[in-house]
C-alpha cells in the first residue's frame, strides 16, 4: 500500500534541503558537513518517494535508509539552527521525514 504521508514528508524534505542548500553556500568550511548531508537527504528523499509512489517492493527497505540520512541530516542541520533560520527549517523537515518513513 503506498504511504501518501511518507511522500509528502519525503518531497517536502527534499524542498527544505535544497533552500538549505543554498543557503549554506559561500558558508565556508564549517557549513560544508551541513552541504554534504543536505546534499545525500535531498537524494535519498527524492528516491524515496518515487519508489513509494510506485509501490515498489524496495521501498520499505528504502524508507528505513532515508530514516537513518534524515535523522544525521537533522543533527547536522541543528549545530547551525540558531544563526541559519533555513538550517532549523531542513532539520525540522528531516526529523518529519524520519518519523513518517519509519510507520
Not at 42 to 63: G, M, P, W
Not at 70 to 76: R, V
Request: proline share 0%; net charge negative.
Amino acid at each position: 500500500m503506498i504511504d501518501e504521508k511518507c511522500i509528502d514528508e519525503c518531497l517536502a524534505c527534499v524542498k527544505a534541503c535544497e533552500i538549505c542548500i543554498d543557503g549554506c553556500l559561500g558558508g565556508g568550511t564549517e557549513m560544508e558537513a551541513c552541504l554534504r548531508a543536505c546534499l545525500d537527504c535531498a537524494d535519498i528523499c527524492s528516491v524515496t518517494a518515487k519508489l513509494e509512489a510506485r509501490n515498489s517492493t524496495f521501498s520499505k527497505k528504502l524508507r528505513v535508509l532515508c530514516a537513518e540520512i534524515c535523522d544525521a541530516c537533522a543533527e547536522e542541520c541543528e549545530k547551525h539552527a540558531d544563526h541559519h533560520d533555513h538550517c532549523k527549517a531542513c532539520a525540522e523537515a528531516c526529523r518529519a521525514c524520519a518519523e513518517a518513513c519509519r510507520n
